[in-house]
């Protein structure tokens, strides 16, 4: 590929760090077009990788294209209208070029009225067709040009060129020439962290023939070729980063070993009122196990809504009290800590056991006094919410902490809670478990879990009570409301789970107007309560005390009950708006019926607008499995989002795909191990550049600050 030299403004040699506005024929409004996008530098101009490649057909003038035989031409805008009204409306314009004419029309697109305009140039690709007495292009593929190219020879080859994402004032072609210009220097600059050895070895091209391959590439092949190598390295660093955090755990730091004792296997049994599921027994003796020794545990437990993740949890505090330590238990809401107090204290109820609660709207007299005792060793379990992590709880001898839904805590939060083991005598960490009630794909799991040990629930308990879902439009409400009256009056009780608490614009159905609609409409004779996160602490036990007594009837509240609360009596729930909500989300209300001996119904009300929208309630209405459902949300959604969602702070992949990418996954999580076993924090000389790296793309949210 030939490209001018990218020489900067002052006559200095190009860098990778050079900033975009000291390069020649870069305009400032372009500069700041392309900041806009997050380019200030060449090595940015660099990463920004195409979204997709296509094949431009080699330019001929609008006049000379043929019918039915795809082709690509430049001209100028020269009239617009939008013909048409509503679903019909379209969007028609006419080109021109020394050649002659050619007429687009853009079906459903009313919109590109204001986005192009007369004396606008574009370039079209398409299929041709006879209309009138010239042609017509429906739909085309088009880029806006800068003017100049309607000047240019319209002779040419087929190219197969990169597209880029663009902003407004910037058009894809005119970052293809900035990045075109500085590529063949930029790639002479980059060092590659892989040896040539470890290249051939797993056939990969040199980072820089991968940039090149991506940008400029000759043959489709090259793409392909280019992306192999560029995914493997996302993948590989983010590896390197799990393996180093795990040998990190398992090789610096040391835990209370518990070991396993007949006497304190027979006092955790008799704390337990009914059978473990084979599978609650299979984890309890993983934990076990991991516990035994000063290695500190680390591992996920993933279990469907209703598994009984929480008795296998305590089982692992109860072995941590029962050898003279302490024992927490974090949850992320605080309904969800005294959900785990009050159950956890009636499990206990006649033991030694000293349980106490820690959330951050106790009042601070009580806090003090609980904070002070945690210090003391008075207290052997403690439940709490991210109060826990605050810089004035010192624990006296913490041997497990419990995150309970840890995906809605951040990593910070996370750490904090393992350095609480820390005592006078010195430096020890707790054995951590974290639950999640969200199952985790396969994919997922290796790639942001890979320093953890997973353990699976997958079957529920006997006696819980399938659910049937149902997805009806929000007209139907009269009729739900009227099913639901009908439901109390036989004995039983419903949530019903709004977006919001007050109306606003997005909002949809907010609590406050539907609790008046319905205490004046269909649930007038019956006891209906309100339920939300803005409610003192005091009130809401007392709420779900009544709840829980069968004293209310009809529960309206937002999401905030969305784990932990169980009432046995309720086997409806209604979910106004259900696509405002994750499937994940969903799921999680889901689990709040059928908990008792009646089946539950759960009734999504939703219109849903977006295919993806709708995607999701089906997907809810056809399978009750948790897995089943975190795959669909998987393919639905996308690994990027969905790890937006369970890590904080980490950047979804550029070019790795781990749905798409499972071989090359597997690869680099090999790599990665054998890697880190040789060099636990790649601090010999030849790793350097990879660490470098590895830190920048991953450290501050894999939390490797302070390794190595």
């Not at 959604?637 to 798409?660: E, H, L, N, Y």
Request: with cysteine; aromatic share 4%; hydrophobic share 40%.
């Amino acid at each position: 590929m030939t490209a001018r030299s990218a020489i900067t403004i002052d006559g200095e040699p190009l860098t990778l760090t050079t900033p975009i506005e000291h390069l020649v024929g870069i305009s400032p409004d372009h500069v700041s077009r392309l900041k806009a996008l997050g380019i200030g530098s060449v090595a940015h101009l660099l990463t920004h990788l195409p979204h997709r490649h296509e094949w431009i057909r080699a330019r001929s003038g609008l006049g000379e294209m043929e019918a039915d035989v795809i082709g690509s031409g430049v001209g100028e805008i020269t009239a617009t209208r939008i013909a048409g009204h509503g679903r019909k409306s379209r969007f028609e314009c006419v080109l021109m070029d020394d050649t002659g004419r050619l007429d687009l029309v853009f079906f459903n697109q009313a919109y590109l009225s204001k986005k192009l305009t007369p004396g606008m140039v574009l370039r079209v690709q398409g299929k041709p067709k006879v209309h009138g007495p010239g042609l017509q292009l429906a739909n085309p593929e088009y880029d806006i040009l800068e003017p100049e190219a309607l000047d240019e020879s319209p002779d040419g080859d087929d190219e197969y060129r990169p597209v880029y994402s663009a902003t407004e004032g910037i058009t894809p072609d005119r970052i293809r020439e900035i990045i075109a210009k500085v590529l063949p220097e930029a790639c002479s600059l980059l060092e590659d962290h892989l040896s040539d050895e470890y290249r051939k070895e797993r056939a990969l091209p040199t980072l820089a023939d991968a940039y090149r391959m991506i940008h400029a590439p000759e043959t489709e092949d090259e793409v392909g070729v280019a992306r192999r190598r560029l995914a493997y390295d996302e993948l590989l660093l983010l590896q390197l980063g799990v393996h180093m955090k795990r040998a990190h755990l398992r090789r610096t730091l040391k835990a209370p070993a518990l070991p396993r004792t007949p006497e304190i296997e027979a006092r955790i049994e008799s704390r337990i009122p009914f059978e473990l599921t084979p599978d609650q027994r299979h984890v309890v003796e993983q934990i076990a196990q991991d516990m035994s020794t000063n290695t500190p545990t680390n591992r996920l437990i993933q279990g469907d809504v209703g598994s009984g993740k929480t008795i296998v949890a305590l089982c692992a505090m109860l072995r941590a009290i029962a050898h003279g330590h302490q024992a927490a238990i974090m949850a992320p809401t605080e309904i969800l800590a005294e959900q785990h107090y009050l159950s956890i204290s009636k499990l206990l109820e006649g033991s030694r056991t000293r349980i106490e609660l820690l959330t951050g709207s106790m009042p601070s007299d009580e806090r003090a006094s609980v904070v002070e005792r945690i210090g003391a060793g008075k207290i052997d379990l403690i439940v709490g919410t991210h109060a826990l992590v605050s810089d004035s709880v010192r624990f006296h001898s913490l041997a497990v902490a419990i995150i309970d839904e840890q995906h809605r805590f951040g990593v910070e939060q996370r750490a904090k809670l393992r350095v609480k083991g820390s005592t006078d005598e010195g430096e020890e960490t707790p054995h951590v478990i974290v639950m999640t009630a969200t199952p985790i794909p396969r994919t997922i799991g290796l790639t942001i879990y890979g320093d953890l040990d997973i353990s699976t629930i997958e079957h529920l308990p006997q006696g819980r009570q399938p659910v049937t879902t149902r997805l009806v439009r929000p007209e139907q409400r009269g009729t739900v409301y009227s099913w639901v009256r009908e439901r109390i009056g036989i004995g039983q009780q419903a949530f019903i789970v709004v977006p919001s608490i007050e109306k606003s614009e997005r909002s949809g159905r907010d609590l406050r107007s539907l609790m008046k609609e319905l205490e004046g409409g269909e649930l007038h004779d019956v006891h209906v309560a309100a339920m939300h996160g803005k409610l003192k602490r005091q009130t809401r036990e007392q709420i779900m005390h009544r709840f829980r007594a069968g004293k209310i009837d009809a529960l309206i509240a937002t999401t905030v009950i969305e784990v932990g609360v169980d009432v046995p009596n309720a086997s409806v729930i209604v979910i106004e708006d259900a696509d405002r909500f994750g499937l994940a989300q969903l799921h999680q209300l889901r689990g709040r019926v059928g908990r008792g001996d009646t089946p539950g119904v759960c009734v999504l009300v939703a219109d849903p607008k977006t295919d993806d929208g709708r995607e999701r309630l089906d997907a809810m209405v056809q399978t009750s499995s948790g897995f089943v459902l975190a795959q669909k949300d998987l393919e639905i959604r996308g690994a990027g989002d969905v790890f937006g969602t369970r890590q904080s702070g980490m950047s979804p992949f550029k070019v790795a795909d781990p749905i798409q990418d499972q071989d090359l996954l597997m690869l680099a999580r090999r790599d990665a191990a054998d890697w880190i076993d040789e060099s636990p924090t790649l601090d010999r000389n030849e790793d350097a550049l990879a660490r470098r790296r590895l830190l920048k793309a991953h450290g501050q949210w894999l939390g490797l600050g302070d390794v190595g």
